[in-house]
Protein backbone atom coordinates (compact mmCIF):
# COMPACT_ATOMS: atom_id res chain seq x y z
CA UNK A 1 0.00 0.00 0.00
CA UNK A 2 1.56 2.85 -0.87
CA UNK A 3 1.25 6.42 0.95
CA UNK A 4 -1.72 7.46 -0.79
CA UNK A 5 -3.59 4.47 -0.37
CA UNK A 6 -2.72 5.07 3.58
CA UNK A 7 -4.14 8.16 3.83
CA UNK A 8 -7.02 7.90 2.37
CA UNK A 9 -8.04 5.01 4.17
CA UNK A 10 -7.32 6.95 7.56
CA UNK A 11 -9.42 9.73 6.14
CA UNK A 12 -12.46 7.34 5.89
CA UNK A 13 -12.08 6.03 9.48
CA UNK A 14 -11.63 9.61 10.77
CA UNK A 15 -14.11 11.35 8.78
CA UNK A 16 -11.70 14.04 8.31
CA UNK A 17 -10.59 15.26 4.92
CA UNK A 18 -6.92 17.24 5.81
CA UNK A 19 -4.76 13.92 5.90
CA UNK A 20 -0.98 14.22 4.46
CA UNK A 21 1.74 12.05 4.44
CA UNK A 22 2.89 13.22 7.99
CA UNK A 23 -0.29 12.97 9.77
CA UNK A 24 -0.71 11.73 13.19
CA UNK A 25 -3.35 9.01 13.25
CA UNK A 26 -3.39 9.48 17.27
CA UNK A 27 -2.91 13.44 16.96
CA UNK A 28 -5.84 13.73 14.37
CA UNK A 29 -8.64 12.26 16.56
CA UNK A 30 -7.99 8.53 16.28
CA UNK A 31 -8.15 6.06 19.01
CA UNK A 32 -7.63 2.33 20.15
CA UNK A 33 -11.33 1.52 18.78
CA UNK A 34 -10.65 3.61 15.50
CA UNK A 35 -6.39 2.06 14.92
CA UNK A 36 -8.10 -1.31 14.25
CA UNK A 37 -10.21 -0.17 11.85
CA UNK A 38 -7.48 1.11 10.05
CA UNK A 39 -5.39 -2.21 10.94
CA UNK A 40 -8.59 -4.10 9.41
CA UNK A 41 -8.70 -1.79 6.15
CA UNK A 42 -4.75 -2.37 5.67
CA UNK A 43 -5.08 -6.20 5.88
CA UNK A 44 -8.28 -6.32 3.22
CA UNK A 45 -6.19 -3.96 1.15
CA UNK A 46 -2.54 -5.70 1.54
CA UNK A 47 -3.08 -9.28 3.17
CA UNK A 48 -1.04 -7.69 5.72
CA UNK A 49 -1.89 -8.15 9.45
CA UNK A 50 -0.54 -5.65 12.08
CA UNK A 51 -0.58 -5.39 15.60
CA UNK A 52 -1.81 -2.10 17.51
CA UNK A 53 1.51 -1.63 18.79
CA UNK A 54 2.44 -1.13 14.97
CA UNK A 55 0.16 1.78 14.68
CA UNK A 56 1.33 3.25 17.75
CA UNK A 57 5.10 2.91 16.21
CA UNK A 58 4.35 4.33 12.83
CA UNK A 59 1.41 6.57 13.46
CA UNK A 60 1.57 8.47 9.82
CA UNK A 61 0.30 7.12 6.38
CA UNK A 62 4.14 7.94 5.35
CA UNK A 63 5.61 5.93 8.08
CA UNK A 64 3.09 3.05 8.20
CA UNK A 65 3.23 2.56 4.80
CA UNK A 66 6.72 1.54 4.89
CA UNK A 67 5.79 -0.46 7.79
CA UNK A 68 3.17 -2.49 5.68
CA UNK A 69 5.94 -2.86 2.85
CA UNK A 70 8.46 -4.60 5.17
CA UNK A 71 6.00 -6.75 6.54
CA UNK A 72 4.88 -8.12 3.03
CA UNK B 1 -56.80 17.69 35.72
CA UNK B 2 -55.87 14.38 37.95
CA UNK B 3 -52.95 11.93 36.44
CA UNK B 4 -52.41 8.63 37.34
CA UNK B 5 -48.39 7.10 36.62
CA UNK B 6 -47.98 4.02 36.76
CA UNK B 7 -43.93 3.00 37.86
CA UNK B 8 -41.86 5.19 39.98
CA UNK B 9 -38.78 4.98 37.83
CA UNK B 10 -37.05 7.88 36.03
CA UNK B 11 -39.53 7.98 33.53
CA UNK B 12 -42.89 7.86 35.71
CA UNK B 13 -40.91 10.31 38.63
CA UNK B 14 -39.72 12.52 35.84
CA UNK B 15 -43.09 12.86 33.83
CA UNK B 16 -44.45 12.93 37.60
CA UNK B 17 -42.44 16.15 38.80
CA UNK B 18 -42.80 17.83 35.06
CA UNK B 19 -47.16 17.58 35.49
CA UNK B 20 -46.66 18.92 38.99
CA UNK B 21 -45.18 21.89 38.05
CA UNK B 22 -47.19 23.03 34.83
CA UNK B 23 -50.37 22.51 37.81
CA UNK B 24 -51.62 18.83 37.29
CA UNK B 25 -52.39 17.08 39.98
CA UNK B 26 -51.02 13.41 39.91
CA UNK B 27 -50.87 10.01 41.64
CA UNK B 28 -47.91 7.65 41.25
CA UNK B 29 -48.70 4.21 41.56
CA UNK B 30 -45.16 1.67 42.36
CA UNK B 31 -45.31 -1.77 42.74
CA UNK B 32 -42.46 -2.47 44.65
CA UNK B 33 -41.60 -1.02 48.20
CA UNK B 34 -38.82 1.70 46.75
CA UNK B 35 -38.79 3.68 44.20
CA UNK B 36 -36.10 3.91 40.99
CA UNK B 37 -36.85 0.75 39.47
CA UNK B 38 -33.52 -0.12 37.81
CA UNK B 39 -31.95 2.24 39.51
CA UNK B 40 -31.37 1.30 43.18
CA UNK B 41 -28.19 2.39 45.69
CA UNK B 42 -26.35 -0.37 47.90
CA UNK B 43 -24.47 0.40 51.20
CA UNK B 44 -21.32 -1.26 51.28
CA UNK B 45 -20.06 1.07 54.43
CA UNK B 46 -21.43 3.93 56.60
CA UNK B 47 -21.98 6.62 54.01
CA UNK B 48 -20.55 5.04 51.02
CA UNK B 49 -22.85 3.64 48.37
CA UNK B 50 -23.00 1.79 44.70
CA UNK B 51 -24.80 1.42 41.99
CA UNK B 52 -26.83 -1.75 42.11
CA UNK B 53 -28.39 -0.65 38.83
CA UNK B 54 -27.68 1.80 36.22
CA UNK B 55 -24.24 3.72 37.02
CA UNK B 56 -22.75 5.86 34.68
CA UNK B 57 -23.47 8.56 32.15
CA UNK B 58 -21.28 10.85 29.65
CA UNK B 59 -21.69 14.80 28.45
CA UNK B 60 -24.74 14.15 25.42
CA UNK B 61 -26.71 12.97 27.96
CA UNK B 62 -28.16 16.35 28.48
CA UNK B 63 -32.14 15.94 30.04
CA UNK B 64 -29.70 13.41 33.14
CA UNK B 65 -27.17 16.23 33.66
CA UNK B 66 -29.91 18.72 33.60
CA UNK B 67 -31.97 16.91 36.19
CA UNK B 68 -28.65 16.16 38.16
CA UNK B 69 -28.45 19.57 38.36
CA UNK B 70 -31.35 20.66 39.68
CA UNK B 71 -31.67 18.09 42.09
CA UNK B 72 -28.52 19.25 43.51
CA UNK B 73 -26.37 16.08 42.38
CA UNK B 74 -22.59 15.78 41.85
CA UNK B 75 -21.13 13.36 39.18
CA UNK B 76 -17.79 11.83 39.89
CA UNK B 77 -15.39 10.13 37.29
CA UNK B 78 -15.53 6.91 36.12
CA UNK B 79 -12.26 6.42 34.82
CA UNK B 80 -9.17 5.28 36.63
CA UNK B 81 -5.88 5.23 35.61
CA UNK B 82 -3.86 2.07 35.23
CA UNK B 83 -3.39 -1.25 33.15
CA UNK B 84 -5.90 -3.90 32.89
CA UNK B 85 -6.36 -7.73 33.07
CA UNK B 86 -7.89 -10.05 30.28
CA UNK B 87 -8.09 -14.00 30.12
CA UNK B 88 -9.29 -14.08 26.91
CA UNK B 89 -7.50 -16.66 24.26
CA UNK B 90 -4.86 -17.28 27.63
CA UNK B 91 -4.69 -17.27 31.15
CA UNK B 92 -4.10 -13.82 33.24
CA UNK B 93 -2.46 -10.51 30.93
CA UNK B 94 -2.02 -7.54 32.12
CA UNK B 95 -2.28 -4.75 29.79
CA UNK B 96 -1.74 -0.73 29.60
CA UNK B 97 -5.15 0.87 28.89
CA UNK B 98 -8.20 -1.00 28.31
CA UNK B 99 -8.15 -2.90 24.30
CA UNK B 100 -7.96 -6.65 25.08
CA UNK B 101 -5.05 -8.55 23.94
CA UNK B 102 -6.63 -10.16 20.87
CA UNK B 103 -5.84 -9.57 17.19
CA UNK B 104 -6.00 -5.85 16.38
CA UNK B 105 -7.27 -6.56 12.63
CA UNK B 106 -10.06 -9.05 14.08
CA UNK B 107 -11.24 -6.27 16.36
CA UNK B 108 -11.36 -3.64 13.41
CA UNK B 109 -13.44 -6.51 11.74
CA UNK B 110 -15.63 -5.81 14.21
CA UNK B 111 -16.39 -2.71 14.56
CA UNK B 112 -16.04 -2.18 10.55
CA UNK B 113 -19.13 -4.71 10.74
CA UNK B 114 -20.87 -2.92 13.51
CA UNK B 115 -20.55 0.66 12.28
CA UNK B 116 -21.48 -0.65 8.71
CA UNK B 117 -24.95 -1.55 10.33
CA UNK B 118 -25.05 1.18 12.77
CA UNK B 119 -24.78 3.73 9.54
CA UNK B 120 -27.64 2.01 7.50
CA UNK B 121 -30.62 2.54 10.80
CA UNK B 122 -32.64 5.00 10.45
CA UNK B 123 -32.41 6.18 14.39
CA UNK B 124 -35.90 8.10 14.98
CA UNK B 125 -37.61 5.74 13.07
CA UNK B 126 -35.85 2.25 13.15
CA UNK B 127 -38.58 0.33 11.68
CA UNK B 128 -38.58 2.51 8.31
CA UNK B 129 -34.88 1.77 7.27
CA UNK B 130 -34.24 0.88 4.21
CA UNK B 131 -34.08 -2.85 4.01
CA UNK B 132 -35.28 -2.61 7.78
CA UNK B 133 -37.18 -6.40 7.09
CA UNK B 134 -34.23 -8.28 5.79
CA UNK B 135 -32.22 -6.44 9.22
CA UNK B 136 -34.88 -7.08 11.77
CA UNK B 137 -35.22 -10.50 10.56
CA UNK B 138 -31.98 -12.02 11.12
CA UNK B 139 -30.60 -12.38 14.54
CA UNK B 140 -27.19 -10.59 15.22
CA UNK B 141 -26.00 -14.40 16.09
CA UNK B 142 -26.68 -15.42 12.40
CA UNK B 143 -25.25 -12.17 10.57
CA UNK B 144 -22.15 -12.48 12.46
CA UNK B 145 -21.28 -15.96 11.77
CA UNK B 146 -21.89 -14.98 8.39
CA UNK B 147 -19.95 -11.39 8.24
CA UNK B 148 -17.00 -12.08 11.14
CA UNK B 149 -14.22 -14.55 9.32
CA UNK B 150 -11.66 -14.12 12.47
CA UNK B 151 -11.73 -16.23 15.45
CA UNK B 152 -11.16 -13.15 17.32
CA UNK B 153 -13.75 -10.93 16.34
CA UNK B 154 -16.34 -14.18 16.86
CA UNK B 155 -14.98 -14.62 20.54
CA UNK B 156 -15.25 -10.63 21.25
CA UNK B 157 -18.18 -9.74 19.73
CA UNK B 158 -20.74 -11.40 22.45
CA UNK B 159 -18.59 -10.02 25.37
CA UNK B 160 -19.25 -6.36 23.43
CA UNK B 161 -22.67 -7.02 23.36
CA UNK B 162 -22.79 -8.06 27.06
CA UNK B 163 -20.88 -5.14 28.14
CA UNK B 164 -23.49 -2.81 25.81
CA UNK B 165 -26.70 -4.14 25.96
CA UNK B 166 -26.73 -7.21 28.30
CA UNK B 167 -27.86 -9.18 24.99
CA UNK B 168 -27.20 -12.50 23.79
CA UNK B 169 -26.29 -12.62 20.54
CA UNK B 170 -28.74 -15.64 19.57
CA UNK B 171 -31.78 -13.17 20.79
CA UNK B 172 -31.31 -9.77 19.30
CA UNK B 173 -31.84 -8.84 15.59
CA UNK B 174 -29.53 -6.98 13.84
CA UNK B 175 -31.69 -3.92 13.58
CA UNK B 176 -32.36 -3.99 17.22
CA UNK B 177 -28.41 -4.18 17.68
CA UNK B 178 -27.52 -1.22 14.74
CA UNK B 179 -30.42 0.93 16.60
CA UNK B 180 -29.48 0.46 20.37
CA UNK B 181 -25.97 1.18 19.07
CA UNK B 182 -26.89 3.95 17.24
CA UNK B 183 -29.33 5.46 19.45
CA UNK B 184 -26.78 5.90 22.21
CA UNK B 185 -24.41 8.08 20.41
CA UNK B 186 -22.58 5.18 18.22
CA UNK B 187 -20.38 2.37 18.88
CA UNK B 188 -17.11 5.02 20.29
CA UNK B 189 -19.09 7.08 22.50
CA UNK B 190 -20.53 3.77 24.12
CA UNK B 191 -17.17 2.64 24.04
CA UNK B 192 -15.94 5.05 25.70
CA UNK B 193 -15.24 5.82 29.28
CA UNK B 194 -13.45 9.43 29.73
CA UNK B 195 -15.30 11.47 26.47
CA UNK B 196 -17.83 8.29 26.06
CA UNK B 197 -20.94 7.50 28.02
CA UNK B 198 -18.80 5.92 30.88
CA UNK B 199 -17.08 9.55 31.75
CA UNK B 200 -19.29 10.05 35.11
CA UNK B 201 -20.76 8.29 38.00
CA UNK B 202 -23.46 10.12 40.06
CA UNK B 203 -21.51 10.66 43.17
CA UNK B 204 -23.33 8.77 46.04
CA UNK B 205 -25.23 7.21 43.69
CA UNK B 206 -27.88 6.95 41.06
CA UNK B 207 -30.68 5.87 43.10
CA UNK B 208 -31.11 9.36 44.75
CA UNK B 209 -32.29 10.74 41.27
CA UNK B 210 -35.44 9.06 42.14
CA UNK B 211 -35.20 9.48 45.50
CA UNK B 212 -35.18 13.21 45.38
CA UNK B 213 -37.95 13.65 42.75
CA UNK B 214 -40.10 11.65 45.17
CA UNK B 215 -39.80 13.53 47.61
CA UNK B 216 -40.34 16.17 46.20
CA UNK B 217 -43.71 15.15 45.36
CA UNK B 218 -44.29 13.72 48.52
CA UNK B 219 -47.49 11.73 49.03
CA UNK B 220 -48.33 11.95 45.90
CA UNK B 221 -46.34 8.61 45.86
CA UNK B 222 -48.02 5.07 46.76
CA UNK B 223 -45.52 2.61 47.21
CA UNK B 224 -46.61 -1.16 47.45
CA UNK B 225 -49.18 -0.82 44.57
CA UNK B 226 -49.47 -2.59 41.49
CA UNK B 227 -51.49 -1.73 38.76
CA UNK B 228 -53.49 -4.56 37.46
CA UNK B 229 -55.53 -2.99 35.36
CA UNK B 230 -56.93 0.39 33.36
CA UNK B 231 -59.76 1.11 32.50
CA UNK B 232 -61.20 3.58 30.26
CA UNK B 233 -64.05 5.66 29.01
CA UNK B 234 -64.98 8.74 27.53
CA UNK B 235 -64.52 10.92 31.06
CA UNK B 236 -61.24 9.37 32.14
CA UNK B 237 -59.21 6.49 33.11
CA UNK B 238 -59.67 4.09 36.23
CA UNK B 239 -56.10 2.01 37.38
CA UNK B 240 -57.44 -1.20 39.69
CA UNK B 241 -54.24 -1.89 42.35
CA UNK B 242 -55.02 -4.36 45.10
CA UNK B 243 -55.67 -2.01 47.21
CA UNK B 244 -58.38 -0.27 45.21
CA UNK B 245 -59.50 2.21 42.13
CA UNK B 246 -57.79 5.69 40.94
CA UNK B 247 -59.52 8.09 38.65
CA UNK B 248 -57.19 10.38 36.51
CA UNK B 249 -58.09 12.01 33.13
CA UNK B 250 -55.24 9.96 31.90
CA UNK B 251 -52.58 7.39 32.84
CA UNK B 252 -48.75 7.20 32.03
CA UNK B 253 -47.49 3.95 31.87
CA UNK B 254 -43.95 4.23 32.83
CA UNK B 255 -42.98 0.19 32.87
CA UNK B 256 -40.79 -1.63 30.57
CA UNK B 257 -42.70 -3.29 27.66
CA UNK B 258 -43.58 -6.73 28.91
CA UNK B 259 -44.93 -5.44 31.85
CA UNK B 260 -47.45 -2.77 30.20
CA UNK B 261 -48.55 -5.72 28.73
CA UNK B 262 -49.27 -7.57 31.61
CA UNK B 263 -51.46 -4.55 32.96
CA UNK B 264 -55.23 -5.83 32.17
CA UNK B 265 -56.73 -2.83 29.65
CA UNK B 266 -59.41 -2.19 28.64
CA UNK B 267 -60.51 -1.71 26.23
CA UNK B 268 -57.15 -3.14 24.91
CA UNK B 269 -54.68 -1.12 23.23
CA UNK B 270 -54.53 -1.44 19.04
CA UNK B 271 -51.09 -2.98 19.38
CA UNK B 272 -49.30 -5.18 21.93
CA UNK B 273 -46.50 -3.27 23.55
CA UNK B 274 -43.89 -6.35 23.18
CA UNK B 275 -44.01 -9.74 21.22
CA UNK B 276 -43.47 -13.13 22.81
CA UNK B 277 -39.63 -12.78 21.44
CA UNK B 278 -39.69 -9.55 22.96
CA UNK B 279 -36.54 -10.74 25.62
CA UNK B 280 -35.33 -9.02 28.82
CA UNK B 281 -31.87 -8.05 28.63
CA UNK B 282 -29.99 -9.96 31.45
CA UNK B 283 -27.29 -8.77 33.67
CA UNK B 284 -26.42 -9.74 37.21
CA UNK B 285 -24.22 -6.95 39.51
CA UNK B 286 -22.22 -8.57 42.01
CA UNK B 287 -20.21 -6.12 44.22
CA UNK B 288 -16.75 -7.36 45.84
CA UNK B 289 -15.86 -5.08 48.49
CA UNK B 290 -12.16 -4.61 49.86
CA UNK B 291 -10.84 -2.62 52.48
CA UNK B 292 -9.53 0.03 50.13
CA UNK B 293 -8.67 0.25 46.07
CA UNK B 294 -5.70 -1.60 46.62
CA UNK B 295 -5.40 -2.68 42.74
CA UNK B 296 -4.83 0.93 42.70
CA UNK B 297 -1.22 1.11 44.46
CA UNK B 298 -0.36 -1.70 41.87
CA UNK B 299 -0.80 0.24 39.03
CA UNK B 300 -3.99 -1.36 37.85
CA UNK B 301 -7.12 0.15 37.46
CA UNK B 302 -9.64 -2.80 38.22
CA UNK B 303 -10.58 -2.68 34.73
CA UNK B 304 -10.93 -7.07 33.31
CA UNK B 305 -12.27 -8.19 30.80
CA UNK B 306 -12.76 -12.46 30.78
CA UNK B 307 -14.32 -14.84 27.92
CA UNK B 308 -15.54 -16.66 31.00
CA UNK B 309 -18.02 -16.03 33.38
CA UNK B 310 -19.22 -15.26 35.46
CA UNK B 311 -17.62 -11.82 35.92
CA UNK B 312 -17.43 -11.05 31.94
CA UNK B 313 -15.85 -7.51 33.30
CA UNK B 314 -14.55 -5.85 36.42
CA UNK B 315 -15.00 -2.43 36.90
CA UNK B 316 -13.49 -0.48 39.59
CA UNK B 317 -16.58 1.42 41.27
CA UNK B 318 -15.26 2.63 44.61
CA UNK B 319 -17.36 5.33 46.04
CA UNK B 320 -15.95 8.77 46.20
CA UNK B 321 -14.22 10.04 49.22
CA UNK B 322 -15.00 6.81 51.01
CA UNK B 323 -12.59 4.09 52.29
CA UNK B 324 -13.88 0.98 51.02
CA UNK B 325 -12.39 -0.32 47.36
CA UNK B 326 -15.20 -2.05 45.19
CA UNK B 327 -14.77 -3.70 41.83
CA UNK B 328 -18.55 -4.33 40.48
CA UNK B 329 -18.47 -7.71 38.21
CA UNK B 330 -20.75 -7.56 35.22
CA UNK B 331 -22.92 -10.95 34.56
CA UNK B 332 -24.25 -10.32 31.20
CA UNK B 333 -26.55 -12.42 28.98
CA UNK B 334 -27.12 -15.93 28.40
CA UNK B 335 -24.00 -16.36 31.23
CA UNK B 336 -26.05 -14.19 33.11
CA UNK B 337 -29.39 -16.50 32.44
CA UNK B 338 -26.93 -19.54 33.85
CA UNK B 339 -25.31 -17.73 36.60
CA UNK B 340 -28.71 -16.15 38.07
CA UNK B 341 -30.14 -19.97 38.60
CA UNK B 342 -27.24 -21.34 41.22
CA UNK B 343 -28.07 -21.00 44.89
CA UNK B 344 -26.60 -18.20 46.41
CA UNK B 345 -23.50 -20.25 48.00
CA UNK B 346 -22.32 -21.26 44.84
CA UNK B 347 -22.46 -17.86 42.71
CA UNK B 348 -20.47 -16.31 46.03
CA UNK B 349 -17.87 -19.03 45.66
CA UNK B 350 -17.36 -18.73 41.70
CA UNK B 351 -16.77 -14.93 41.63
CA UNK B 352 -14.37 -14.78 44.45
CA UNK B 353 -12.35 -17.68 42.79
CA UNK B 354 -12.04 -15.79 39.31
CA UNK B 355 -11.26 -12.26 41.28
CA UNK B 356 -8.40 -14.31 43.32
CA UNK B 357 -7.63 -15.62 39.15
CA UNK B 358 -7.61 -12.64 37.75
CA UNK B 359 -6.13 -10.24 40.48
CA UNK B 360 -4.07 -13.10 42.38
CA UNK B 361 -2.38 -10.43 44.25
CA UNK B 362 -5.66 -9.30 46.35
CA UNK B 363 -6.99 -10.57 49.82
CA UNK B 364 -9.89 -11.96 49.27
CA UNK B 365 -12.76 -9.53 49.68
CA UNK B 366 -14.53 -8.46 52.79
CA UNK B 367 -17.74 -8.60 51.27
CA UNK B 368 -20.15 -9.64 48.87
CA UNK B 369 -23.02 -8.06 47.27
CA UNK B 370 -24.91 -9.92 44.21
CA UNK B 371 -27.82 -8.24 42.45
CA UNK B 372 -29.96 -10.68 40.14
CA UNK B 373 -32.05 -8.36 37.62
CA UNK B 374 -32.51 -11.67 35.85
CA UNK B 375 -35.04 -12.29 38.37
CA UNK B 376 -36.93 -9.30 39.35
CA UNK B 377 -40.54 -9.15 38.50
CA UNK B 378 -40.81 -5.81 37.83
CA UNK B 379 -38.53 -5.39 35.81
CA UNK B 380 -38.29 -8.43 33.17
CA UNK B 381 -35.34 -6.58 31.32
CA UNK B 382 -32.50 -5.00 32.43
CA UNK B 383 -30.58 -3.24 31.36
CA UNK B 384 -33.46 -2.85 28.88
CA UNK B 385 -35.88 -4.90 26.98
CA UNK B 386 -34.21 -6.32 23.61
CA UNK B 387 -36.49 -6.15 20.75
CA UNK B 388 -35.99 -9.89 18.95
CA UNK B 389 -36.34 -10.63 15.59
CA UNK B 390 -39.38 -8.84 13.91
CA UNK B 391 -40.25 -6.68 16.60
CA UNK B 392 -39.60 -3.16 15.18
CA UNK B 393 -41.55 -3.80 12.26
CA UNK B 394 -44.77 -4.55 14.59
CA UNK B 395 -43.81 -2.73 17.78
CA UNK B 396 -42.41 0.49 16.23
CA UNK B 397 -45.08 2.29 14.92
CA UNK B 398 -46.72 2.20 18.05
CA UNK B 399 -43.99 3.05 20.30
CA UNK B 400 -45.16 6.47 21.54
CA UNK B 401 -49.11 6.52 19.74
CA UNK B 402 -51.38 7.23 22.78
CA UNK B 403 -53.86 4.57 23.39
CA UNK B 404 -57.12 6.67 24.02
CA UNK B 405 -56.22 8.68 27.50
CA UNK B 406 -53.00 6.05 27.75
CA UNK B 407 -50.11 7.29 27.64
CA UNK B 408 -46.42 5.83 27.24
CA UNK B 409 -43.25 6.31 28.73
CA UNK B 410 -40.10 4.21 29.82
CA UNK B 411 -36.66 4.27 28.53
CA UNK B 412 -38.20 1.59 25.55
CA UNK B 413 -40.10 4.27 24.42
CA UNK B 414 -37.48 6.68 23.67
CA UNK B 415 -35.58 6.19 20.24
CA UNK B 416 -33.11 8.65 21.88
CA UNK B 417 -30.59 6.75 24.05
CA UNK B 418 -32.80 3.55 24.56
CA UNK B 419 -32.52 1.90 27.16
CA UNK B 420 -30.17 4.25 29.26
CA UNK B 421 -31.32 6.72 32.11
CA UNK B 422 -31.17 9.70 29.72
CA UNK B 423 -33.72 7.75 27.31
CA UNK B 424 -36.05 7.26 30.55
CA UNK B 425 -35.99 11.16 31.42
CA UNK B 426 -36.49 12.17 27.91
CA UNK B 427 -39.75 9.72 27.65
CA UNK B 428 -41.37 11.61 30.60
CA UNK B 429 -40.74 14.82 29.26
CA UNK B 430 -41.99 13.87 26.20
CA UNK B 431 -45.74 12.35 27.88
CA UNK B 432 -45.88 15.22 30.21
CA UNK B 433 -45.74 16.91 26.98
CA UNK B 434 -47.99 15.05 25.24
CA UNK B 435 -50.59 15.36 28.10
CA UNK B 436 -50.23 19.10 28.30
CA UNK B 437 -50.96 19.74 24.97
CA UNK B 438 -53.96 17.74 24.70
CA UNK B 439 -55.69 19.50 27.59
CA UNK B 440 -54.88 23.09 26.44
CA UNK B 441 -57.96 24.17 25.04
C1 LIG C 1 -27.54 -3.63 35.95
C2 LIG C 1 -27.97 -2.43 35.16
C3 LIG C 1 -27.02 -1.54 34.71
C4 LIG C 1 -27.41 -0.40 33.99
N1 LIG C 1 -26.45 0.50 33.65
C5 LIG C 1 -26.82 1.68 33.13
C6 LIG C 1 -25.88 2.73 33.00
O1 LIG C 1 -24.71 2.57 33.37
N2 LIG C 1 -26.28 3.92 32.47
C7 LIG C 1 -27.59 4.12 32.09
O2 LIG C 1 -27.91 5.23 31.64
N3 LIG C 1 -28.51 3.14 32.22
C8 LIG C 1 -28.16 1.95 32.75
N4 LIG C 1 -29.11 0.98 32.94
C9 LIG C 1 -30.48 1.20 32.42
C10 LIG C 1 -31.34 2.13 33.30
O3 LIG C 1 -31.39 1.62 34.60
C11 LIG C 1 -32.76 2.20 32.73
O4 LIG C 1 -32.73 2.60 31.38
C12 LIG C 1 -33.67 3.21 33.45
O5 LIG C 1 -33.48 3.21 34.85
C13 LIG C 1 -35.13 2.87 33.12
O6 LIG C 1 -36.04 3.75 33.75
P1 LIG C 1 -37.61 3.59 33.47
O7 LIG C 1 -38.28 4.60 34.33
O8 LIG C 1 -37.86 3.60 32.02
O9 LIG C 1 -37.99 2.11 33.95
P2 LIG C 1 -37.85 1.40 35.42
O10 LIG C 1 -36.67 1.95 36.15
O11 LIG C 1 -37.89 -0.04 35.15
O12 LIG C 1 -39.16 1.88 36.16
C14 LIG C 1 -40.39 1.22 36.05
C15 LIG C 1 -41.06 1.22 37.42
O13 LIG C 1 -42.37 0.69 37.27
C16 LIG C 1 -42.64 -0.21 38.33
N5 LIG C 1 -43.69 -1.11 37.86
C17 LIG C 1 -43.60 -2.13 36.97
N6 LIG C 1 -44.82 -2.68 36.75
C18 LIG C 1 -45.70 -1.98 37.50
C19 LIG C 1 -47.13 -2.04 37.70
N7 LIG C 1 -47.89 -2.95 37.05
N8 LIG C 1 -47.71 -1.15 38.55
C20 LIG C 1 -46.96 -0.22 39.20
N9 LIG C 1 -45.61 -0.12 39.06
C21 LIG C 1 -45.00 -0.98 38.20
C22 LIG C 1 -41.31 -0.85 38.60
O14 LIG C 1 -41.26 -1.40 39.90
C23 LIG C 1 -40.35 0.34 38.43
O15 LIG C 1 -40.16 1.05 39.62
C24 LIG C 1 -28.76 -0.18 33.68
C25 LIG C 1 -29.71 -1.08 34.13
C26 LIG C 1 -29.33 -2.18 34.89
C27 LIG C 1 -30.38 -3.08 35.43
Not at chain 1, 22 to 29: I, K
Not at chain 2, 261 to 275: E, K, Q
Request: glycine share 12%.
Amino acid sequence: MNVDAVSAVFREVLEISEINADSDFFVMGGDSLLATRVLSAVARASGVELEFDDLLDAPTPGALSKKIAGAA
Amino acid sequence: MNVVVVGAGLAGLTAAAELVARGAEVTVLEARERVGGRTRGLEVEPGGWVDAGAAYLGERHTALTALLAELDLKTTPATVAGASRFALRDAGRTRPGRFPPLSAVALGEMFDALEEVTRLVRPDAPWLTEDAARLDGVTVERWAAERLRHPDARLFLPLFLGEMMAADPARVSVLHMAFYLRSGGGIRYLNAFEGGAQEWRIAGGAHQLCERLAAGLGERVRLGEPVLALHQDAGGVTAVTPRGRVRGAHAVVAVPPVLADAIDHRPGPPAPRSTPVTGPGCAVKVHLVYPSPLWRGLGLSGWSVSAEGPLLSTVDDSPAGGRAGVLTGFVTGAEAVRYAALPASGQRELAVAQAARLFPELPPPTAFHLTDWVHEPYSRGCYAALFGPGDWLRLGPGLTAPHGRVHWAGTETSTEFFGLMEGAIRSGHRVAAEITWRETP
